[in-house]
T-cell receptor, first 111, second 114 residues
Framework: DAKTTQPPSMDCAEGRAANLPCNHS???????VYWYRQIHSQGPQYIIH???NNETNEMASLIITEDRKSSTLILPHATLRDTAVYYC????????????FGKGTKLSVIP | DGGITQSPKYLFRKEGQNVTLSCEQN?????MYWYRQDPGQGLRLIYY???????QKGDIAEGYSVSREKKESFPLTVTSAQKNPTAFYLC?????????????FGSGTRLTVV
């Protein structure tokens, strides 16, 4: 898996958009970008994934740069319940299926 | 509802004792995984299994053992050989062979050595 780099922590005001960056400059052509989040003392939860195109679902949007070297997860209207650690992972989904979870970004949503 | 059940939620063990953590899934997923998480750290892979009766060591398998006798079950035994077993243990499962590697995690077991 390509190495990903995320800031260790971020703050966001409640109701505002939270933009979480991820750098994956060595990503290969068949590797997807996955985002998971972990609320304190719970198991991580899948949020979204993408290959080249931007993606949107009911939880978030994923913006991937044209060169695929970085991406941004967007939570459009952050709530206090979005306070969590967010993990960005690059993985091809072929061959081996184990994901590598780094330290992620601790997002704190502030009232 | 389909999901993964880990039990117990909290577990206390005396030094020198083996202890087994349970993980059961009813999602019909082929692959299952065990991760360990220490405070403020990411998840580290202990063992994984992509098919019944087969499993592979992850990054930190020493002091742990697993079995996969049934598709639904992947118990983890923390042996007395594990030097620092106090941690949060997470079990996960996923479908094998599809483009999306979507993990479903259990709610975890917090093990404390007393």
């Amino acid at each position: 898996d390509a190495k990903t780099t995320q800031p260790p922590s971020m703050d966001c005001a409640e109701g505002r958009a939270a933009n979480l960056p991820c750098n994956h400059s060595t990503i290969s052509g068949n590797e997807y970008v996955y985002w998971y989040r972990q609320i304190h003392s719970q198991g991580p939860q899948y949020i979204i994934h993408g290959l080249k195109n931007n993606e949107t679902n009911e939880m978030a949007s994923l913006i991937i740069t044209e060169d695929r070297k970085s991406s941004t997860l967007i939570l459009p209207h952050a709530t206090l319940r979005d306070t969590a650690v967010y993990y960005c992972i690059a993985h091809s989904g072929a061959g081996s299926y184990q994901l590598t979870f780094g330290k992620g970004t601790k997002l704190s949503v502030i009232p | 509802d389909g999901g993964i059940t880990q039990s117990p939620k909290y577990l206390f063990r005396k030094e020198g004792q083996n202890v087994t953590l349970s993980c059961e899934q009813n999602l019909n997923h082929d692959a299952m995984y065990w991760y360990r998480q220490d405070p403020g750290q990411g998840l580290r892979l202990i063992y994984y299994s992509q098919i019944v009766n087969d499993f592979q060591k992850g990054d930190i398998a020493e002091g742990y053992s697993v079995s996969r006798e049934k598709k639904e079950s992947f118990p983890l035994t923390v042996t007395s050989a594990q030097k620092n077993p106090t941690a949060f243990y997470l079990c996960a499962s996923s479908i094998v062979g599809q483009g999306k590697v979507g993990y479903t995690f259990g709610s975890g077991t917090r093990l404390t050595v007393v």
